[in-house]
């Protein structure tokens, strides 16, 4: 079974910059992108950023574009998500997944087969 671990989140200021980090583990599924994903109280889940492990492609959400940096240890099998100048809006619980999408579908959540549990971010203005 493929495993997802998401770590880095906690709390900051707005302006901060935080990283998180994504791990898979366990099972051989073979994804072909990866992406973040996040919650605020009271939202919907949202699209933030993915990555694709052939060409390396990198997507974002307009609202983190020029702030947020995907990047991925493909010999780890280990996403990043590089936040800076954040903002209370950013407030979210983030999550990474993996899957095999095609590339029109790679911001729709629905194509995304493994999670990871999610990690806090926290922003204070």
């Known amino acids: 079974q493929v495993q997802l671990q998401e770590s880095g989140g906690g709390m900051a200021q707005a302006g901060d910059s935080l990283r998180l980090s994504c791990a898979t583990s366990?099972?051989?599924?073979?994804?072909?992108?990866m992406g973040w994903f996040r919650q605020a109280p009271g939202k919907e889940r949202e699209f933030v950023a993915a990555?694709?492990?052939?060409?390396?492609?990198?997507y974002y959400a307009d609202p983190v574009k020029g702030r947020f940096t995907i990047s991925s240890n493909n010999a780890k099998n280990t996403i990043y998500l590089e936040m800076n100048s954040l903002k209370p809006e950013d407030t979210a619980v983030y999550y990474c997944?993996?899957?095999?999408?095609?590339?029109?579908?790679?911001?729709?959540?629905?194509?995304?087969?493994?999670w990871g549990q999610g990690t806090l971010v926290t922003v204070s203005s």
């Open positions: 997944a993996a899957g095999r999408p095609i590339l029109s579908a790679i911001r729709d959540q629905r194509v995304y087969i493994y």
């Open positions: 366990g099972g051989t599924f073979s994804s072909t992108a």
């Open positions: 990555i694709r492990w052939n060409n390396g492609g990198k």
